[in-house]
Each structure stands twice: as C-alpha cells, then as structure tokens.
Nanobody, 123 residues
C-alpha cells in the first residue's frame, strides 16, 4: 500500500485548501483513512479520520467545523477540505491508512503512511 498526499501550499488566513491522498491498494475500501499534521518542534497530531465507507468521520476539536474529510472509493482517494484556515494550522500534513473497522485517532494505530505535504497559513 502506497499513499501520495498532495494539495498543500501557501494560503492567507481565512482561506481554503483541499488536500488529496491517492492510495495504491487493491482494497482501498477496506482501509480506514486518517489525516495527521506535524508543526515544527511539535509531535504529530491527529486531524481527522474517515471510515471505510466514508459515512463516519472523526475530527480533532481544533479543526471541527472547519475541516471536512471525504473519500472516493472508486478513485482510491481521500480528501481533506480545509476552510477558515488559521496560522496555527501551519504544518506538514500526512495521510495514513489502516486495514481496520473502527475510526483511529492515534499515530500508532495506523500501519501505512504517506509522505507529507506542507501547508503554510500566513497571517
């Protein structure tokens, strides 16, 4: 299983970005997907998780109401729509996958990881 995140960039506070994570896997629909981020000098933290069907989601309190995760199982892709961005959202964003049923919120719970994509929000 390989994951390729894209869509990061530089945006002003209040702006929006959509991250994508393309997954090469024979059974993408069997993977719970997650988004994490890591700012300089900080630990990697949970952002969002989405169930295999896409029906259930979970978000960190810091992004609730601003970020939305979705997936297209026909395209083997998961998305993170980020609105009302703040400078505190600046980080490298990672997508992760795990062949499980339940939503996952911990770094250690995900087996597969992609490379990160940089998101920078200017004030």
């Amino acid at each position: 299983v390989q994951l390729q995140a894209s869509g990061g960039g530089l945006v002003q506070a209040g702006g929006s970005l959509r991250l994508s994570c393309a997954v090469s896997a024979r059974t993408f629909s069997g993977l719970v997907m997650g988004w994490f981020r890591q700012a300089p000098g900080k630990e990697r933290e949970f952002v969002a998780s989405i169930s295999r069907s896409g029906i259930r989601t979970s978000y960190a309190d810091s992004v609730k109401g601003r970020f939305t995760s979705s997936r297209d199982n026909a395209k083997n892709t998961v998305y993170l729509q980020m609105n009302s961005l703040k400078p505190d959202d600046t980080a490298v964003y990672y997508c992760a996958a795990d062949p499980s049923f339940a939503l996952k919120t911990q770094v250690a719970e995900y087996y597969y990881w992609g490379q990160g994509t940089q998101v920078t929000v200017s004030s």
